[in-house]
């Protein structure tokens, strides 16, 4: 059968609000120039994401500004448009360090698609 899923949770390194909360184990307040992970650049995380997420998420990671770039245009050379936060799944595959091998199954969502200009 194989290993169990795991969820990974994704957010910028400018606002990594989840990954801090869970480290401390209560909702932090966090400080940081504004990413263009937009919908996902928040500060203070939301208390019920966060109980749920605390409860079903395997990891968190941050992803850098750079990270998100790259992954937003990996999906556009797909021929799928987004934004640096829709294609944050993405982004944190592209960006390594993952520890996930070869043979590894992945689902990630492209949430969003293109902003409007």
Do not use: W, Y
Not at 76 to 96: K, M, V
């Amino acid at each position: 059968m194989g290993d169990a899923p795991e969820m990974i949770v994704v957010e910028p390194s400018a606002a990594p609000a989840l990954i801090e909360s869970i480290r401390q184990g209560a909702v932090v307040e966090t400080q940081g120039p504004v990413s263009a992970m937009g919908r996902l650049d928040c500060k203070t995380p939301s208390m019920l994401a966060l109980a749920d997420l605390a409860r079903d998420a395997d990891r968190f990671i941050t992803l850098s500004e750079e990270d998100a770039a790259k992954g937003a245009a990996a999906v556009a050379a797909a021929g799928l448009a987004s934004t640096p936060s829709g294609a944050a799944g993405i982004a944190a595959l592209l960006a390594g360090g993952l520890g996930i091998g070869p043979d590894a199954r992945v689902l990630t969502i492209l949430s969003e698609g293109p902003e409007d200009v």
